[in-house]
């Protein structure tokens, strides 16, 4: 069962803006565009790319692979066209070079972000759990202060000079008039 709030989602965000930038670039690359963006097309990317990040990281998708896989194609559709509205585009046909590394980086991207996220949750629930543990440790009872020899012999001198039960018999006076009674 997964938690209603979702630590991974900034991580799944970044994951894929960052993603779909650097696919972008390296696709554009490949159907001929510019490899190293400057300027105005290059603040666009990173725009669009954070917004990317944002939008990801805020709606809560399906765990499924599937969805993932749509995130980080709409992320580099978007990209490309970030890159493409640049002053100094050049091409204008989709390459076959450029289809192929946008279908390989999905999946590939969207497994990678998988097992990034996955791993997250398991060093999270670790880290909760020895965190936990060491909370719930059994803490040593304090000793209390044990008497020295030399205070252990006092106490014994002292019960062997002063008895705790007194002579019996009845009181002094109580005898001294015994004697003057009549028998």
């Known amino acids: 069962m997964h938690s209603p709030t979702d630590h991974t ?7 894929v803006g960052a993603a779909s930038g650097a696919v972008a670039i390296f696709a554009h690359g490949l159907g001929g565009g510019t490899t190293a963006p400057a300027g105005s097309a290059l603040a666009l990317l ?5 917004l990317i990040g944002v939008i990801v990281a805020a ?11 749509g995130m980080l194609a709409a992320g580099q559709g978007i990209g490309h066209i970030a890159l493409s509205m640049s002053p100094g585009h050049h091409h204008h046909a989709a ?11 999905i999946p590939v991207g969207a497994m990678a972000i998988r ?11 670790s880290v909760r759990r020895f965190i936990l543990a060491l909370a719930d440790a059994p803490v040593p009872a304090e000793r209390g202060a044990r008497p020295t020899a030399t205070a252990e012999r006092a ?3 002292l019960l062997a000079v002063t008895p705790g039960i007194a002579r019996r018999g009845p009181p002094a006076r109580a005898r001294h008039l015994s004697h003057l009674a009549p028998a």
Not at 46 to 50: D, E, L, S
Not at 59 to 69: K, N, Q, T
Not at 115 to 125: D, H, I, L, Q
């Open 95 to 105: 390459s076959p070079a450029m289809l192929v590394a946008h279908l390989i980086a």
């Open 155 to 157: 106490t014994a001198r």
């Open 46 to 50: 990173f725009a669009a790319c954070a």
């Open 59 to 69: 709606v809560r998708p399906g765990y499924g692979p599937i969805a993932l896989m």
């Open 9 to 15: 989602a900034r991580l799944r965000g970044a994951a």
């Open 115 to 125: 097992a990034a996220e996955a791993g997250m949750r398991r060093a999270v629930t």
